[in-house]
């Protein structure tokens, strides 16, 4: 009577070993692949009033570009990098909230470097509502007597 053998064999557990040595090697990689906030002054925060000039719901963040009156009167444009869309819609934004022309004031940390960009800290759209991390929450929800 033949046996029939059943189960992995040697090279098949030598790829699965592979895989796994692998994965262990290139997964912290792929993790410290995002850059940090390092970029932008923490300590530090600008105020601008402007129009946007476009809103960009891409990931793996959302950009705001926004034309502001420069010192010399002349118009700037800055960039101002949001959260993730996943994260900006569970918080109530739309990528139809910002549309070009809006005027708005934009709090932010701006970037080290002095280049005109910053990290959004809140956004005051034209009717008073104010969006981004610093934005206060809605107070939480009182439960009914019982």
């Known amino acids: 009577m033949n046996r029939i053998r059943v189960g992995p064999t040697r090279p098949l557990i030598a790829i699965a070993i592979a895989i796994d040595i692998a994965t262990a090697i290139t997964a912290p990689r792929a993790a410290s692949a995002h850059h940090s906030t390092a970029m932008f002054e923490p300590e530090k925060r600008v105020t601008l009033n402007g129009t946007i000039k476009d809103f960009q719901w891409t990931n793996p ?7 502001v009156s420069g010192a010399d009167g002349k118009p700037a444009d800055w960039s101002f990098e949001c959260g993730s869309p996943n994260t900006l ?6 990528p139809s909230m910002l549309k070009a022309g809006d005027a708005v004031t ?35 929800a009182t439960p009914p007597p019982r």
């Open 89 to 94: 819609s569970r918080q109530g934004w739309k």
């Open 61 to 67: 963040h959302a950009w705001i570009q926004m034309v």
């Open 106 to 140: 934009i709090v932010a940390n701006p970037m080290k470097d002095g280049t005109p960009a910053g990290l959004l800290y809140t956004v005051t759209l034209a009717d008073g509502r104010v969006l981004g991390p610093g934005a206060a929450s809605p107070p939480p």
